[in-house]
């Protein structure tokens, strides 16, 4: 996913900042031809999720913008637990994840099967979602707070009582 072709600025014309996963890698089971109903496969992803001016350009805390790693762990946590079967469906949850649970302004989400046929190097879909396309009470819902006492506790630190 050429960062060269990703938004620079939101709906808004707000600029964005851009926190990024290139080819995460995960085995997971989808498809809908008979071969693919039981065995995991890999399923390459590449994610860009959009901030207006992130926080943590200024406080350098992580808190303050995605924590890839805690994202990652996410989505490795939705391959293992999915029951869907197309790769869109799976964006399309990946996609939510990203704007209702991490706070993301824009994503846009690529999957792929690598070497799924012989003759090509992989299949796949990309989405672009912006928090528009959620509803108000899933993005009302966001678990946003649970990511931050996580990167937190990664730091050592425990959060305050509001």
């Known amino acids: 996913m050429p960062l060269s072709s990703l938004p620079q600025s939101d709906t808004t014309g707000a600029a964005l900042d851009l926190v990024f996963i290139e080819g995460l890698t995960i085995a997971t089971v989808i498809g809908i031809h008979h071969t693919e109903l039981h065995d995991p496969q890999p399923v390459r ?72 046929f012989e003759d090509l190097a992989a299949v796949g879909v990309v989405i672009e979602r912006r928090r528009g396309d959620f509803d108000a009470p899933t993005l009302a819902a966001r678990s946003r707070p649970a990511a931050r006492v996580l990167s937190l506790m990664g730091e050592g630190m425990v959060p305050q009582k509001g």
């Open 45 to 116: 992803v590449d994610l860009a999720a959009g901030l207006p001016r992130a926080a943590a350009c200024d406080s350098d805390r992580i808190g303050d913008t995605i924590d890839y790693a805690v994202l990652r762990e996410r989505l490795h946590r939705l391959f293992a637990e999915h029951k869907v079967q197309l790769l869109e469906a799976l964006a399309e949850e990946i996609a939510r994840i990203t704007v209702c649970e991490f706070g993301a302004h824009w994503v846009r989400v690529g999957l792929a099967k690598p070497r799924k």
